[in-house]
């Protein structure tokens, strides 16, 4: 179905267009910066909602082409079962951190540089999904990139930089990765879209296919914080201003969908090379586990949390590495579960250490006596990461480990599979430590000194932590709202 109001490429267009403008009315302005930065996050949303809605009603992906560089071919736009959840995801999640930083940036430097930058952040986050040509994606995904750096660079911590070089130096390397590979397809096909990636990618020798995707993926797993490629994450999070470590949970995610973007469009060959997603599917488990234990560790709720992406992350490469529709599923909502609840923690963050004066885990006891609707909304963030039902968490972990053991029943019996999502199910119960453990440490027991001199909860930094875990709840009871638009996929794997 073609995109004949242009909305797709509007959603895209209208944070671009707006970023000079807030920066220019900004200037004056100051707080009311934000105000101007919501219309076009705004209008990107209605779009996107409306672009949805056919492709929901008919099962039919939403698609628009435009001629802009002849070499490389048209610029083609997306919306199908698996861009349209992760946009959606982007553009809301935008729009709550947009409202949070209203108030917790309130006081900051160049108000109006932080909003126009954080526009073209999110225009980067959402030509990097709809996009399908490669070299397009990799336009938007420096955009991206960059747009993200700055944000550290300017607006962070005391250490932010140190640790926006170190993002930026690993970022980049991972992005050269991605750039060889998009190159070596171009050269070997003569085309950048992966529509006709799909259907030319055949002549070619399968050791030269598994170099192209391996090229690809080290680009990919490095935006992930996979492990051995993990290392940025922990500092980049804990120095980033708070409004973006945020939403730099749906960025981190972003890798995980060009993974599925790339495997299930362009490469569907790969899904059936047993080796290459076993490979991912162990990586993906040594993540799980290194991110969860290290989290353990943590005094800061900031820094806990940012080890606890580490693991997500690795949630949502074993949900790619199950190489199914079931496993396709999951990963789709682990990516929405992870950027609402780790939206809503982060947030919650912020607004602690703001009304408490702190994040340390052993200064936060009693707070559920204290602020009773940000502990009711801390114990859902963390309740959906560690799978408690009904919560989107438990769909999305019940998908992947599904959809992995279907995976290794499928032909004949993948003892080697199956024994990898064993050891990753029973390994999730690090996932249930953690988080249970910072739900005791915080919200319950005798209130600590900090806690009893808590000011009020912020009420406009409060209405997004809600709204998240609203979120949240509505679709752990109703997740065929994200997976239904997945059933035009099913024909890819058949």
């Not at 009711?376 to 019940?398: R, Y």
Request: proline share 4%.
């Amino acid at each position: 179905m073609m995109d004949v109001s242009h909305l797709l490429l509007q959603s895209i267009i209208a944070p671009l267009i707006f970023s000079p403008i807030v920066f220019v009315l900004g200037r004056g302005a100051r707080e009311s910066s934000g105000w101007i930065a919501l219309i076009p996050l705004s209008y990107s949303l209605i779009c996107l909602v409306a672009s949805s809605i056919p492709a929901y009603l008919y099962g039919e992906p939403i698609s628009a082409s435009y001629s802009w560089a002849k070499p490389l071919g048209s610029l083609t736009l997306l919306l199908d079962g698996i861009s349209a959840p992760i946009a959606l995801t982007i553009v809301i999640v935008s729009i709550m951190v947009c409202v949070y930083s209203l108030t917790y940036m309130r006081s900051g430097p160049s108000l109006q540089g932080y909003y126009a930058l954080y526009l073209l952040f999110v225009s980067g986050m959402l030509g990097t999904v709809l996009s399908i040509n490669l070299a397009a994606f990799f336009l938007f995904f420096e955009l991206m990139l960059i747009a993200s750096w700055l944000l550290i660079a300017l607006w962070g911590e005391e250490g932010r930089a140190r640790a926006a070089l170190k993002y930026f130096i690993y970022t980049e390397a991972g992005a050269l990765f991605l750039l060889a590979g998009i190159a070596m397809t171009y050269a070997l096909t003569g085309t950048l879209d992966l529509l006709e990636v799909h259907a030319r990618i055949g002549g070619l020798a399968g050791g030269v296919t598994a170099l192209i995707v391996s090229l690809m993926f080290i680009g990919f797993l490095v935006k992930m914080a996979i492990f051995p490629f993990h290392s940025w994450l922990p500092d980049a999070y804990t120095e980033a201003p708070m409004p973006i470590t945020a939403i730099f949970s749906t960025m981190t995610g972003i890798g995980g969908y060009a993974a599925l973007r790339i495997l299930y469009t362009g490469f569907p060959a790969m899904l059936k090379r047993e080796e290459f997603m076993l490979v991912l599917a162990i990586l993906a488990l040594i993540t799980m586990i290194y991110g969860g234990y290290l989290a353990l560790a943590q005094e800061r709720l900031k820094r806990l949390l940012a080890y606890s992406s580490i693991s997500q992350m690795g949630y949502l490469l074993f949900g790619v590495a199950a190489a199914s529709i079931i496993g396709l599923a999951g990963a789709i909502l682990i990516y929405v579960a992870h950027s609402l609840a780790k939206a809503l923690l982060f947030m919650v963050s912020g607004a602690l250490s703001r009304s408490v004066g702190t994040d340390r885990l052993d200064e936060l006891g009693g707070l559920a006596g204290r602020m009773q609707l940000t502990s009711i909304a801390f114990m859902i963030g963390f309740l959906s990461l560690m799978g408690f039902p009904p919560l989107l968490g438990f769909w999305g972990e019940l998908f992947i480990f599904a959809g992995s053991i279907y995976r290794a029943f499928s032909m004949s019996v993948d003892i080697l599979r199956l024994s990898v999502t064993m050891i990753a199910i029973v390994f999730a119960i690090i996932t249930a430590g953690y988080s249970l453990w910072t739900i005791k440490r915080s919200l319950f027991g005798e209130q600590s000194e900090a806690v009893r001199k808590a000011g009020a909860e912020p009420k406009l930094m409060l209405a997004p932590i809600l709204a998240s875990a609203i979120i949240l709840i509505i679709l752990g009871i109703q997740p065929t709202l994200l997976t239904k638009l997945l059933e035009t996929l099913a024909p890819v794997l058949s």
